[in-house]
């Protein structure tokens, strides 16, 4: 089995279900929103395009995933800077917004795609907490500025849907399409 990321994270959500990849490839493609791209239709592309990029063997079980953080139809991508960082923290404060993780599992050229959509309501922060928060640095390499197990927990009042598909990987949907290709986690050692 061949995890097609290069998110720590992503590694770590398999381990917790005893899943430990055989490889771990990571996709260079570009990941721009294309014009009017609904938010649903982008994290699909993208997953699909890692798959596309990464290829596999006949025999070769190929995960991949993409995460992104929408607040109406805007895409809330990795914040290039602190400011914009603030931007999308500014835009989430004091309401709801989605995160959207699909996964793909590509396995004898065939491809199969499962979208999992999660609401977060992020309560309203002030400027003095936003300025704390930027500091921290959690920001940094995340989809929506943020990081919902990190320092941006403390905004975070309520979810509804997959937690684990926020941090980047819906494990229940996750190890279903997993088994359904005879890859089943193994014993977790405390």
Not at 88 to 117: D, P, Y
Not at 135 to 149: E, H, R, V
Request: glycine content about 8%.
């Amino acid at each position: 089995m061949i995890l097609g990321s290069a998110s720590p994270r992503r590694l770590q959500l398999l381990a917790q279900i005893g899943i430990v990849p055989d490889d771990l490839r990571s996709a260079d493609i570009d990941e721009s929103p294309l014009k009017a791209e609904a938010p649903r239709d982008y994290v699909l592309r993208i997953a699909l395009a890692k798959a596309t990029a990464l290829g596999a063997e006949r025999d070769d079980v190929l995960l991949c995933a993409d995460t992104t953080v929408a607040v109406g139809r805007r895409i809330l991508g990795k914040p290039e800077s602190r400011d914009e960082a603030a931007d999308f923290m500014r835009l989430m404060s004091g309401r709801r917004h989605r995160v959207l993780t699909a996964v793909v599992l590509h396995q004898n050229s065939k491809s199969r795609t499962r979208l999992v959509e999660t609401l977060v309501r992020m309560r309203p922060i002030s400027a003095p907490e936003l300025e704390r928060y930027l500091d921290i640095g959690d920001w940094q390499g995340k989809a929506g500025a943020y990081a919902i197990q990190g320092a941006a927990a403390a905004f975070i009042p309520w979810i509804q849907g997959s937690f684990s598909s926020v941090v980047g990987l819906p494990l229940a949907e996750t190890a279903a399409m997993l088994a359904s290709a005879g890859i089943h986690g193994k014993k977790v050692e405390a």
